[in-house]
Every structure is written in structure tokens, then in C-alpha cells.
């Protein structure tokens, strides 16, 4: 999936711009840290939406 792949550098890159305590870095860990979960999700789950959104 090339746009999650290139959500996750854009994260990465921001998170180094960062300070550790910012709000928005905690917002990023998060994603980061349900990453594989977030792309299970995009990979099985929205494309069943897209489907049954067209019926």
C-alpha cells in the first residue's frame, strides 16, 4: 500500500521535528504503535466498506 507507506515516513520525519513532549508526537506514537493494525484494517476492512458504500 504506497499511501500508508508514505504515511508512515511523513510520520517519521515529522516525529524528529518534534519535541518528545509536543501533543502531536503522542498523536504519532499512537498511530505508530497500532501501525500493523491501522495497515490490517486498510488492507481487509475498507475495501468491504467501498464494496457495500456502492450497492
Keep these: 500500500m504506497p499511501r500508508m507507506k ?4 511523513w ?3 515529522q516525529r524528529k521535528t518534534l519535541s518528545n513532549h509536543a501533543e502531536m508526537v503522542k498523536a504519532f ?7 500493523n493494525a491501522l495497515n490490517e ?5 475498507l475495501p468491504i466498506i467501498r ?3 456502492f450497492q
Design 51 to 53: 464494496i457495500c458504500a
Design 6 to 9: 508514505s504515511l508512515y515516513d
Design 41 to 45: 484494517f486498510c488492507r481487509v476492512v
Design 29 to 35: 506514537n499512537y498511530i505508530l504503535n497500532h501501525w
Design 11 to 13: 510520520i517519521k520525519l
